[in-house]
């Protein structure tokens, strides 16, 4: 059984962001577009929202019939405390965790 958060399944699946990154490569031009090429693109884009908004809400479903029916598991508080105790040194989440399970008496390492 795998144990995963919700965020983890969907960046897994390449859906973590609730936005889609449509827009992110659309060339801009120097003398911009013409009003058609304009009602075009965002044409495109709505479309690419919707179908990302889609996939992404159907990629939710199939991660709660997995919790379901035992596929998979979700983290427990302990177990994403002492992931994020384990992360880089200098991030104060990091550090925040540690002191937290310190004070807990938990071994993190």
Same mark, same amino acid.
């Not at 490569?25 to 990302?52: I, S, V």
């Not at 990629?59 to 177990?79: D, P, Q, S």
């Given at each position: 059984?795998?144990?995963?958060?919700? =965020? *983890? #399944? $969907?960046?897994? %699946?390449?859906?973590?962001?609730?936005?889609?990154?449509?827009?992110?490569?659309?060339?801009? %031009?120097?003398?911009? $577009?013409?009003?058609?090429?304009?009602?075009?693109?965002?044409?495109? @884009?709505?479309?690419?929202? #919707? &179908?990302?908004?889609?996939?992404?809400? @159907?990629?939710?479903? &199939? #991660? #709660? *019939?997995?919790?379901?029916?035992? &596929?998979?598991?979700?983290?427990?508080?302990?177990?994403?405390?002492? *992931?994020?105790?384990?992360?880089? *040194? =200098?991030? &104060?989440?990091?550090?925040? @965790?540690?002191?937290?399970?310190?004070? =807990?008496?938990?071994?993190?390492?």
């Amino acid at each position: 059984m795998e144990v995963l958060t919700l =965020d *983890e #399944y $969907l960046g897994r %699946l390449g859906l973590s962001s609730p936005i889609s990154d449509f827009m992110l490569d659309k060339l801009r %031009l120097p003398h911009g $577009l013409t009003l058609r090429q304009e009602k075009q693109l965002e044409k495109e @884009a709505m479309k690419a929202a #919707y &179908e990302h908004s889609a996939k992404r809400n @159907a990629a939710i479903a &199939e #991660y #709660y *019939e997995k919790i379901a029916k035992g &596929e998979i598991r979700r983290k427990t508080v302990l177990e994403r405390r002492i *992931e994020i105790a384990n992360g880089h *040194e =200098d991030n &104060e989440a990091t550090q925040a @965790a540690r002191r937290k399970l310190i004070k =807990d008496g938990i071994a993190w390492r």
